[in-house]
């Protein structure tokens, strides 16, 4: 995290514990405080830190101030040319940090995640990150693991340069009003940023509440921080100029005691802030307040006290805390990237504290070491021209190398020249015994191809045939015979997403046996009959789904049985299940019920594409995904038709539940089976319907 540069700080930081005269060492520490907090919190624990939001206030205290000096003094705001000197400084730790996260993209992670990491780079080096991780809907709690941007810290950096091209407009805006119409600067500011704290705070709860991974990166959820650290500016602003007979308004005997208890109390609030807040609490919203409040409080306790020798300054101003200050911006640019790259090479899910201790003292060699090389940089002909030749010339040398490096992952299809057939994907063939070994292809699909894996449900059923019951609740979609004869069997399936991923292989048999397959769909919303899900519409779903396969008067309804779960007990009968189907038994109508497919703690598609095919992670243990028996077959031993399915040995070996199978990913997430995968199920589907129900087989 930076700053801007104030009008009596150093060009370059100071040597830790120095004194300049002007400068406030107690900010110094503070930014110290922040890193030291955002790094740890990011190494050891998936917690929201606060220290981001302590760089927010404290970029607004210090922008501010120094423009808001400016006016007091009457000097010209030059607004343009603090762009450039602020943005020429920046970009070039971020520009080495770019450069060797493009590297390692290249040479260590997976090609399938090339073009969604260069996208990264380029919203970092364009300022724009936070809005590029918002658009792909990142889950910023998630967390530090192997499948997170080694580019997701750089958000906040984004967020902070599109404050500090909009603050000097408002800044000069407020001048230009305040001249106008003959009022003091100070208060026409105050009461701008007063709007603005206001407005961006009522929007960050509002989006906190109902979009929080957007309103976490959004910037107009985050300007109420920053409008924070300028009110804080302006009260502590005094005219150049003071008016005759203007005194202090409050006596040094109320000045220190009053300094230091708002130092103390919001140095606390800062350091609580995460052992406050929980791991799944909505952030910014109210929980923001913590740490921007104390950070407030600390700026302006330290004016107030500022030689109080019990005051928080005195602890702010220590040597450890000064050391990281100094070097606060390059620490916070590199250990995300360091973090992210370990554990992708280590592939573990934690960090130990040797480990994180290792993290922590690369960044701050990397921070040293990037110095001389802009030195370096700085120094060439023509470079230390100026300030925006410097910053251009800084920009291209990033975008030069992206820019080819974006087209080469454009062009580059990794399926390219490979036939999509049954001997180069056989899939469930390998575990049915047909195929012994697969060839060595490329894995599919591919990440591009994810979205389109969620099942071959056929079309919309025809109004005149959908339930008005279902109106708003769920879908009802429909495969029919495609030369228009009168289906041999009809068949309904009611369920989830699961549900539908299962159609896959249910609509190949029905193609083959010349089936009607009709199917209400509603997400997340696994049917059931008497107990009461959490969601009420999922209860009046299953009513209207139920009632709707009943007057359909089918062959055979189809549901999902049991519940798979990411930790033990691994699965479970679906709670209310054998009431739910009970109403179609006693019809006569025949019910399967299909088990559950494994369901995995992270993201199966990721751990492939991060780890490879063969990692032990993305293998995990059959004893670990399910349980060793099928809980269905115990209810379907009491019905006569009821019969239960599992396709357990076709999605897992004796021994594990493979991300791939045959060369193709079995799982689009966590826990549903990509269509492509469910292609290669179809015979296991048809034949095992066939059986249950012992229906002829048509072909």
């Known amino acids: 995290m930076t700053h801007p540069t104030t009008t009596t700080a150093p060009a370059a930081p100071a040597p830790a514990g120095a004194h300049v005269p002007g400068r406030r060492p107690d900010i110094q520490g503070l930014r110290g405080v922040a890193v030291l907090l955002v790094v740890a919190f990011h190494l050891w624990t998936d917690r929201v830190s606060g220290g981001v939001d302590v760089f927010f206030v404290l970029s607004a205290f210090l922008l501010t101030g120094t423009f808001a000096r400016r006016v007091e003094r009457g000097r010209p705001l030059a607004v343009r040319e603090y762009w450039v000197r602020t943005f020429a400084r920046l970009i070039g730790p971020m520009a080495v940090m770019l450069l060797a996260v493009l590297a390692a993209v290249l040479a260590l992670f997976p090609p399938s995640r090339w073009e969604e990491l260069l996208s990264h780079v380029w919203g970092s080096l364009s300022y724009v990150q936070n809005w590029v991780l918002a658009g792909q809907s990142v889950d910023y709690y998630a967390g530090n693991t192997a499948a997170t941007t080694p580019l997701q810290h750089v958000w906040s950096l984004s967020v902070q340069g599109q404050v500090f091209l909009l603050w000097p407009l408002l800044l000069a805006g407020c001048a230009l009003v305040a001249r106008w119409a003959g009022l003091r600067f100070r208060t026409v500011s105050l009461a701008v940023f007063a709007l603005v704290f206001a407005g961006s705070f009522a929007w960050s709860l509002a989006q906190t ?189 990033v975008a030069v190398p992206l820019t080819g490096a974006h087209q080469y992952t454009v062009q580059r299809d990794p399926t390219a020249g490979v036939e999509r057939t049954a001997q180069n994907y056989p899939g469930a063939a390998v575990l049915r015994g047909d195929v012994t070994e697969a060839p060595d292809v490329p894995i599919i699909p591919t990440g591009a191809e994810r979205e389109h894996e969620w099942g071959d449900t056929g079309g919309a059923c025809p109004p005149e045939d959908t339930p008005e019951s279902l109106e708003g609740l769920g879908h009802c979609r429909v495969i029919a015979p495609d030369d228009g004869a009168a289906p041999a069997r009809t068949v309904v399936v009611i369920g989830d997403s699961h549900a539908q991923q299962l159609l896959t292989p249910i609509h190949r048999a029905a193609d083959a ?139 897992c070996t004796d021994t594990v539940c493979p991300g791939v199978i045959g060369n193709i990913q079995v799982y689009m997430d966590l826990d549903h089976v990509t269509s492509t995968y469910g292609e290669t199920l179809a015979p296991d589907v048809e034949s095992r319907m066939l059986e249950a129900l012992n229906w002829p087989d048509r072909r």
């Open 513 to 651: 046996q010349g089936w009607t397959v009709i199917s209400y769909l509603r997400m997340a919303c696994r049917y059931a009959g008497g107990a009461q899900p959490a969601d009420a519409e999922c209860g009046e779903f299953n009513a209207a789904a139920g009632e709707a396969a009943l007057a359909a008067d089918p062959d055979a309804v189809v549901t999902i049985g049991t519940r798979s779960l990411p930790e033990a007990p691994h699965e479970m009968l679906v709670d209310g299940y054998e009431d739910g189907v009970r109403p179609f038994l006693d019809a006569g109508i025949p019910v399967l019920g299909f088990r559950d497919n494994p369901r995995f703690p992270f993201s199966m598609f990721a751990c492939v594409e991060t780890y490879g095919p063969d990692h032990h992670r993305c293998n995990p243990p059959r004893s670990e995904s399910l349980l060793p028996e099928n809980p269905l077959e115990e209810v379907a031993a009491r019905h006569e038709d009821l019969h239960s399915i599992d396709l357990t040995d076709r999605l």
């Open 209 to 397: 509440a109902g979009a929080p991974a957007w309103a976490y990166f959004s910037t107009v959820t985050r300007l109420w921080e920053f409008a924070l650290g300028s009110l804080a500016a302006l009260a502590l602003l005094r005219p150049s100029r003071p008016q005759a007979g203007s005194r202090r308004s409050v006596p040094d005997a109320v000045r220190r005691p009053v300094g230091v208890a708002l130092g103390w109390a919001g140095l606390a609030a800062i350091v609580a802030t995460p052992f406050l807040i929980g791991a799944d609490t909505r952030f910014p919203g109210t929980a923001a307040l913590a740490p921007t409040v104390g950070a407030a409080a600390v700026l302006v306790g330290g004016a107030l006290a500022p030689d109080a020798p019990l005051g928080a300054g005195r602890a702010l101003t220590a040597r450890p805390l000064l050391f990281f200050g100094d070097r606060a911006y390059g620490i916070y640019l590199w250990h995300w990237p360091l973090l992210i790259i370990y554990l992708l090479v280590t592939a573990r899910e934690d960090v130990p504290a040797v480990d994180g201790l290792g993290v922590l003292a690369a960044s701050v060699l990397l921070t040293r070491a990037t110095a001389p090389l802009l030195a370096g940089w700085r120094a060439l002909p023509g470079i230390r021209a100026g300030h925006g030749l410097r910053l251009t010339a800084t920009a291209l040398l």
